[in-house]
């Protein structure tokens, strides 16, 4: 995937769209039992999980407005994403189950995927 220009990518629905257009279409949250691909109800172990990118979102002035989003490739070449509150609000299962995932990357806005 290459990332547009910081300017282009500067709202929650532009990022998500062209994730979309770069094939991660899969929509995932995390339960008990680990990361979820909703629409399948397959779970994910944190060692099947490979974050190729996020991208943190502030409210203008609101600080329930602030997201993170997670491009996520899983160890089987499925792609998705994982939207979290960001700061104070965020979610606690989600926080534990990233931070047990090994690998992480984070793009400049230059780099490919």
Known sequence: MQTQSTTEMNSLSTCVNKLVTDGYSINFKVDEQGLVAVEEGQHYKPDQVHIKNFFRFE??????????????????????????????????????????????????????H
């Open 59 to 112: 409210g203008a002035s609101d600080p329930a407005d602030n997201a993170i989003l997670y491009a996520i490739e899983l160890d089987n070449g499925k792609k998705g994403m994982l939207i979290d509150a960001y700061g104070s609000y965020n979610d606690a299962s989600i926080t534990k189950f990233i931070k047990q995932v090994e690998d992480m990357e984070k793009k400049t806005p230059n780099e490919n």
